[in-house]
């Protein structure tokens, strides 16, 4: 059974930085490509990272920028998030995902989420 | 690309045949797929590349669609139905749509 966990996050002031977990179990994480979605409070999703399987490509939203990190530890089962220079508009749940079969890039299994507050 | 859900609230009822859909601003490739976020839970894929339907969904979901027009189907809703459908477009980066509330009549 597939599942992905997430940890990390919490309440933190404008300008901080966190660093978000996700642990994988149930598949062979190393050969699947990964990704970070988030929600904020009452709106819809939006996807914001995705790192190949190999961590030889990563992609982000134009919204996180220079400001969020997306890493994995292949030997760990454990994909990372972390959030740099962040925003009250980064207040949101955050969900880590495994990248379907083929490309990777749309998302089978989702973890139930992890939310981050970003609020002085 | 940017895509468009409608209608943003839908009533149905119980038994009915219920059709969502979605409309990219380019073209999709049929790299298009729905998700169904229920109260309280992370969401759950129903279907991938336009028509293909996610292990352990039920068959009464079904999409369809190309270029920039997308649907998904259900062919007789049930209560637990009741969630928020997305849809997600994979071919040109990586984008949700705003979402379908649907609710019972």
Redesign the interface.
């Known amino acids: 059974e597939v599942q992905l966990v997430e940890s990390g996050g919490g309440l933190v002031q404008p300008g901080s930085s966190l660093k978000l977990s996700c642990v994988a179990s149930g598949f062979t994480f190393s050969s699947y490509n990964m990704h970070w979605i988030r929600q904020a409070p009452k709106k819809g999703l939006e996807w914001i990272a995705l790192i190949y399987y190999d961590s030889s490509n990563k992609y982000y939203a134009d919204s996180v920028k220079g400001r969020f990190t997306i890493s994995r530890d292949n030997s760990k089962n454990t994909l990372y998030l972390e959030m740099n220079s962040l925003r009250s508009e980064d207040t949101a749940m955050y969900y880590c995902a495994k990248g379907g079969y083929g490309s990777g890039y749309y998302f089978d299994y989702w973890g139930q989420g992890v939310m981050v507050t970003v609020s002085s | 690309i940017q895509l468009t859900q409608s209608p943003s609230l839908l009533s149905a009822s119980v038994g009915d045949r219920v059709t969502l859909s979605c409309k990219g601003s380019q073209n999709i490739n049929n790299?298009l797929?729905w998700?169904q976020?229920k109260l309280g839970e992370?969401?759950?894929?129903l279907i991938?590349?336009t028509n293909s339907l996610?292990t352990g969904i039920p068959s009464r979901f079904s999409g369809s669609g190309s270029g920039t027009d997308y649907t998904l189907t259900i062919s007789s809703l049930h209560s637990e139905d009741l969630a928020t459908y997305?849809c997600?477009q994979?071919n040109n980066g990586?984008?949700?749509?705003?979402?379908t509330k649907l609710e019972l009549k």
């Open positions: 790299y797929a998700y976020q992370a969401p759950k894929l991938y590349k996610q997305y997600y994979y990586w984008t949700f749509g705003g979402g």
